[in-house]
């Protein structure tokens, strides 16, 4: 089975741009969530979708936002990118009941604003 | 406010045992999580506690105590390819929103 799929895996933007990252979680899994990760630090709670509607969101800006669709992949969008985007964006998926406690990662998207 | 708190960096020579802390302190509490990161790689789940006491799994336990706001990751016979970072976690509002601590650096020497 294949694990958490993101896209793209390195990204470099300027100033201003915007950028959409996506996200395809485990076959079966039915809640995305999104991280956002400084170098040095621990990821940090951006939005979590689940059946297609946001549960949760973070302390991000609504320079943020993000969509999830009927096959359970997602989208997070960034506008107006600041140069305090750069980090490392981690998309994990999860799946119901017994297993909801376990987060499992894809491998991120290095973005990087100049 | 919610915050979990570790050590930034925990040194130890291959084969010996290393126990990283984490503190926290929460509005609600759900279970507390550890997860490994590799320097470049994506966090990977290690275990899950949501009930006071050590939970065991191959060579890494993770330890509990709810009435400490306390938990604690512990590594036996290290290996080299422990070298990482560990993160612990814990959900909040029982919703998936998890909170990661700011992370231990593990160094295992040779």
């Known amino acids: 089975d294949a694990g958490v799929t993101q896209s793209p895996t390195h990204l470099i933007k300027t100033r201003g741009q915007h950028v959409t990252l996506r996200c395809s979680p485990i076959s079966g899994h039915k809640s995305v969530s999104w991280y956002q990760q400084v170098l040095g630090q621990g990821p940090q709670f951006i939005f979590q979708?689940?059946?297609?509607?946001?549960?949760g969101r973070g302390n991000f800006p609504d320079r943020f936002s993000a969509r999830q669709f009927p096959n359970y992949s997602s989208e997070l969008n960034v506008n107006a990118l600041l140069l305090g985007d750069s980090a490392l964006y981690l998309c994990a998926s999860s799946s119901t009941g017994l297993g909801a406690n376990v987060l499992t990662f894809g491998a991120g998207s290095r973005l990087t604003v100049l | 406010g919610q915050s979990l708190e570790q050590p930034s960096e925990v040194t130890a020579v291959e084969g010996a045992i290393v126990q990283i802390n984490c503190t926290y302190q929460?509005?609600?509490?759900?279970?507390l999580s550890w997860y490994q990161q590799h320097d470049g790689g994506a966090p990977t789940f290690l275990s899950y506690n949501a009930l006071d006491g050590l939970e065991e799994t191959g060579r890494f336990s993770s330890f509990l105590s709810r009435s400490d706001s306390y938990g604690y990751l512990l590594l036996q016979e290290l290996q080299m390819k422990d070298s990482a970072s560990y993160f612990c976690?814990?959900?909040?509002?029982?919703?998936?929103?998890?909170?990661f601590g700011t992370g231990t650096r593990l160094k295992v020497l040779a």
């Open positions: 979708y689940y059946e297609k509607e946001e549960r």
């Open positions: 929460t509005s609600g509490f759900y279970g």
């Open positions: 976690a814990v959900p909040t509002s029982g919703t998936y929103k998890y909170i």
